[in-house]
């Protein structure tokens, strides 16, 4: 089973509905990540969690929300989805860059293998 | 803030040939440099890092990568291309003590047989 487990895999969807992705993983890290892949944009930051009680908006979170249910999991909502929002969305997670015990550890990303979102 | 630009957009390279992409970053000291590939339908898998030491890091798959602190940059580079290396490559950067990363653009590399 993969680390990072992303669902759904594919979905497609129509204007104004609400939509959630849902991200889980079994690497033990503390930190939990949303990007956006674009054509030609790269991997854009939506949001990042620290811990369960942490949440941080990244580069682009606007029409976007999350929720840490636990360490393992981190969701991520379109409360009103527009096709502006079409895109390949990936759940990343890292451990504490520098942490005791590890310290090469530079907080590298263990991607899933993405959701893709079409909003008609 | 910290940026990360991939100047070709995609590259077209013979297998069996030799492969260099291109990777420049700007901030005000050294920071953590990755690079990841995507195949089609797939996450981002690393293929190395550098953080520092040797500013030449050997990675996965035959790749390495070298630092080059002058020129701000950090050029992925295989000896001989193999038609599976064929997919999208992003160079990133982290910075400070949180380590988030900024991911350039990505580099599409075609292998012709």
């Known amino acids: 089973d993969a680390d990072v487990t992303q669902t759904p895999r594919n979905r497609i969807t129509k204007t104004g509905k609400r939509i959630m992705l849902e991200c889980s993983q079994t690497?033990?890290?503390?930190?939990m990540y949303w990007y956006r892949q674009d054509p030609g944009l790269g991997l854009r930051l939506i949001y990042y969690?620290?811990?369960?009680?942490?949440?941080n908006k990244g580069e682009i979170s606007d029409g976007y929300s999350v929720s840490r249910q636990a360490q393992a999991k981190f969701s991520l909502s379109l409360e009103s989805a527009i096709p502006n929002q079409t895109a390949l969305y990936f759940c990343?997670?890292?451990?504490?860059?520098?942490?005791?015990?590890?310290?090469?550890?530079?907080?590298?990303?263990?991607f899933g293998e993405g959701s893709r979102l079409t909003v008609l | 803030a910290q940026s990360v630009t991939q100047p070709d957009i995609h590259i077209t390279v013979s297998e069996g040939a030799s492969l260099e992409l291109r990777c420049n970053y700007s901030?005000?000291?050294?920071?953590?440099l990755f690079w990841y590939v995507q195949s089609p339908g797939q996450g981002l898998q690393l293929l190395l890092k550098?953080?520092?030491?040797?500013?030449l890091v050997q990675g996965i798959k035959g790749f390495e990568a070298e630092f080059k602190r002058s020129q701000s940059s950090f050029n992925l580079r295989k000896p001989s291309v193999h038609w599976s290396d064929a997919a999208e490559y992003f160079c990133?950067?982290?910075?400070?003590?949180?380590?988030?990363?900024?991911f350039g653009s990505g580099t599409q590399l075609t292998v012709l047989p």
């Open positions: 990343a997670t890292s451990d504490v860059p520098g942490l005791a015990g590890s310290p090469a550890n530079t907080g590298e990303l263990f």
């Open positions: 690497k033990g890290h503390d930190r």
């Open positions: 969690s620290f811990d369960v009680k942490d949440i």
């Open positions: 901030y005000g000291a050294t920071p953590y």
């Open positions: 550098y953080f520092s030491g040797d500013t």
């Open positions: 990133a950067v982290g910075v400070g003590s949180a380590r988030q990363l900024t």
